[in-house]
Nanobody, 123 residues
């Protein structure tokens, strides 16, 4: 019913910036709270950031506070994750997710997932 597609990943150096996007063709995109999660090599999936359906409330993991910014434009059916001051341990596959309800930091509360986009940060 709902398909999410991430893009924007790539190979960057420490200290660089990168912007990821998540798009959907769903006509009810504005009904979803959205989140970003990531999975680093050898680690479990972890919460990165979340945003309410109206875009007026955001949440961030401690590891990315002050460096990452989540945003959305419901008229464009698009969500972004702007990343700055990237570190080697930010290397991971990044996933966007959607849920009908309030934003949260638990991956199992989200109903829809994209296929992921790879971010690699070299030192």
């Amino acid at each position: 019913q709902v398909e999410l597609v991430e893009s924007g990943g790539g190979l960057v150096q420490e200290g660089d910036s990168l912007s990821l996007s998540c798009t959907t063709s769903s006509r009810t995109f504005d009904a979803f709270a959205m989140g970003w999660f990531r999975r680093a090599p050898g680690k479990e999936r972890e919460f990165v950031a979340a945003i309410s359906w109206a875009g007026d409330t955001t949440y961030y993991a401690d590891a990315v506070k002050g460096r990452f910014t989540i945003s959305r434009d419901n008229r464009k059916n698009t969500m972004w994750l702007q990343m700055s001051s990237l570190r080697s341990n930010d290397t991971a596959t990044y996933y966007c997710a959607a849920v009908i309800g309030p934003p949260g930091g638990q991956w199992n509360e989200y109903s829809y997932w994209g296929q992921g986009t790879q971010v690699t940060v070299s030192s």
